[in-house]
Each structure stands twice: as C-alpha cells, then as structure tokens.
C-alpha cells in the first residue's frame, strides 16, 4: 500500500481525548488521522499474533471498524495504543478461532484439513441443490466453501452475526447431505 499523506487535524482539541471523542462521535477526519496515526502499529501487532497468514490485512480492518463503532473517549495517546493493542489482538484471536473452527468444520464434513476446496463435482452438485435456494443463502454458501471467508467476514458482508451466518450455513449443508444421499439410494 503505498503511503498516502497524512490528514490535516481536525479542528478543535488535537488532544487524544479531543481526537478519541470526535471519533466517537463519528467524525470522518478525526477517524482518518487515527488511522494514519495507528494503523502501522495495529497491523504489526496483528500480524505478531497472526504470523505470515493472508487474514492479516482483514483483521487489520476489523480492527478499525470496532474503531468506527465502539471507540471510547480516552485521556491519553498511551491509552489510545493499550485500546488499539487489546482490541488487536482480540480481533487476531477472533480469527485464529475462526481458523480452528473453520478446519473443524471441515474435517466434520469430511472434506479434510488438507483439503483447500471440495472437488469440483461436489461443488457443482451442491450449487444445482441449490439452485432453488434464496440468492442470499447461495451467497453465504459460495462465500464460505468457495472462497473460505470466515464467518465474520461473510457477516459483514451479508449484514448477519457471525453466530446466525454458522447456523445458516450447518442447516445448509445438512440439507445438502441429506439431499445427496437421497440421490444415492434413488
């Protein structure tokens, strides 16, 4: 990413409480100077929790839309960095969970750990299963088999928690089995 030129300061306090509230509060140029001021320091300690993993830059980013939503006021730019590390490294061990879950749940279908992708005839064969399915639900399907996004990541996506994305995407491929076993015993 190549380096953009900082954001002028917003008008007003250029204090961390004055910068953190107007966060807060939404302002567009307040966030943008937050950003340009921590975002290396967020995506490195992201990238320690997460190693050389492609979800770094993700992670990043969820990292700075908890920015956008939950940002507290806060007196002091150490306790800006201590909100940002924590915030961090939680949405890193988010990830790493997702990760697990994410092998877990395809091991129990078994498709294997190894296995990037159901081979090609599956998928085609699921996808027609689908065919008569909402958009949304094939959607949520192609998101998390096709390109392996992890469920927070086709929750925002799709304007869903990743709790109801999971449970959409279990009754999906229930439904799924069951309907290729039918197929095999006709």
């Known amino acids: 990413m190549p380096d953009q030129p900082a954001p002028q300061a917003p008008e007003g306090p250029a204090d961390a409480r004055g910068l ?49 939503r939950k940002m507290p006021v806060l007196d002091t ?14 949405c890193a061990v988010d990830t790493l969970r997702a990760r697990k879950r994410h092998r877990r749940d395809r091991e129990h279908e078994g498709l294997g ?18 065919e008569e399915s909402e958009d949304e639900l094939r959607g949520l399907i192609e998101s998390r088999v096709r390109f392996g996004w992890t469920l927070e990541r086709i929750g925002r996506a799709f304007g869903l928690t990743p709790s109801a994305v999971d449970g959409r995407l279990k009754r999906s491929f229930r439904k799924m089995r069951e309907s290729m076993n039918e197929g095999e015993r006709a």
Do not use: C, N
């Not at 992201?46 to 980013?61: A, E, H, N």
């Open 77 to 90: 730019d150490a306790a800006i960095g201590a909100w940002l590390t924590t915030t961090a490294r939680r």
């Open 20 to 68: 953190s509230a107007r966060v807060a509060s939404g302002d567009e140029l307040a966030f943008t100077l937050l950003y340009h001021r921590w975002h290396a320091h967020v995506r490195r300690t992201v990238r320690t929790s997460l190693g050389d993993d492609p979800s770094v830059d993700d992670t990043t980013q969820e990292v700075f839309m908890k920015v956008i």
């Open 113 to 130: 750990e190894t296995s990037e992708h159901p081979a090609p005839t599956e998928f085609d064969h699921a996808l027609r299963l689908l």
